[in-house]
């Protein structure tokens, strides 16, 4: 698994590392090869993100991740090089949002990127069987990170 970080000094080289192994979990779940894999991480100003969220999604407010996936689903995703997407985090939103939910910034970090790949996979969670289906496999990864509810 390649990774891409853009301004990766806003998180520690220990969150990365989370990061890449988080990534490698969610796509061999699917049955892709993490060796053949790319994807792409930056992490962005609030109002970057509140300007891609309504630019791309039509959500005129600030958001804490978006993901831009290549692909509808696994079974596209093959050959050498799978360029998976792009994850794009704005951390001050994450602060907020570990703060509010009462638990780290390194795991509410880590669970947006696990969502956000998630997402890159095919997951979505517009229908509730989908919600439900996309937060078991969120929780699943969580829990073979080691990461669990704080």
């Not at 220990?14 to 049955?31: D, S």
């Not at 792409?40 to 309504?54: G, Y």
């Not at 999604?57 to 804490?64: A, K, L, M, Q």
């Amino acid at each position: 698994m390649t990774i891409y970080f853009a301004e990766e000094q806003q998180v520690s080289a220990e969150i990365l590392a989370v990061m890449e192994k988080a990534a490698e979990i969610c796509v061999r779940g699917e049955g892709v090869d993490p060796e053949a894999c790319e994807v792409s991480v930056s992490f962005v100003s609030p109002e970057e993100i509140h300007q891609l969220n309504r630019d791309y999604r039509g959500v005129d407010r600030v958001t804490d991740v978006l993901s831009f996936p290549q692909f509808e689903s696994p079974e596209e995703m093959t050959g050498d090089l799978i360029e998976l997407g792009d994850v794009v985090i704005c951390r001050e939103q994450a602060e907020a949002q570990a703060e509010e939910y009462g638990h780290s910034f390194e795991r509410e970090i880590i669970y947006l990127f696990v969502h956000s790949i998630l997402h890159l996979l095919g997951y979505d969670h517009m229908e509730e069987d989908e919600k439900r289906e996309m937060r078991a496999r969120e929780e699943e990864v969580m829990g073979d990170l080691g990461i669990t509810r704080e």
